[in-house]
Nanobody, 124 residues
Framework: QVHLVEAGGGLVQAGGSLRLSCAAS????????MAWFRQPPGKEREFVAA????????NYADSMKGRFTISRDNAKNTVYLQMNSLKPEDTAVYYC?????????????????WGQGTQVTVSS
């Protein structure tokens, strides 16, 4: 497993933007896929986006397409989630996850390394 640390959460007004980052403790060259999940208050954890090792393949939940962008910088061992046009329903704890599987899976059980989460709150 790899140690992951998220940063960048906070309070933002609806329509605003935030960029989350996730720093990995080892060279991400050894990690095939990284992803973001989120858990809204009182709800189950849900998939947000995933990105392959090369960054050439990305996968998004339908409700995030066009608003969120996942990217990675392997030289910095970091993955990012740029979130634009935020809505109150985007309020959640956002988690970074990693897996040695090559597929950009949407299923939480395919990921075996998780960060501690960062809170994102969008006010109306």
């Amino acid at each position: 497993q790899v140690h992951l640390v998220e940063a960048g959460g906070g309070l933002v007004q609806a329509g605003g933007s935030l960029r989350l980052s996730c720093a990995a403790s080892e060279r991400t060259a050894s990690i095939y896929t990284m992803a973001w999940f989120r858990q809204p208050p009182g709800k189950e954890r849900e998939f947000v986006a995933a990105i392959s090792w090369s960054g050439g393949t990305t996968n998004y939940a339908d409700s995030m397409k066009g608003r969120f962008t996942i990217s990675r910088d392997n030289a910095k061992n970091t993955v990012y989630l740029q979130m634009n046009s935020l809505k109150p329903e985007d309020t959640a704890v956002y988690y970074c996850a990693a897996t040695r599987l090559s597929a950009t899976s949407t299923m939480y059980y395919d990921y075996n390394s998780w960060g501690q989460g960062t809170q994102v709150t969008v006010s109306s």
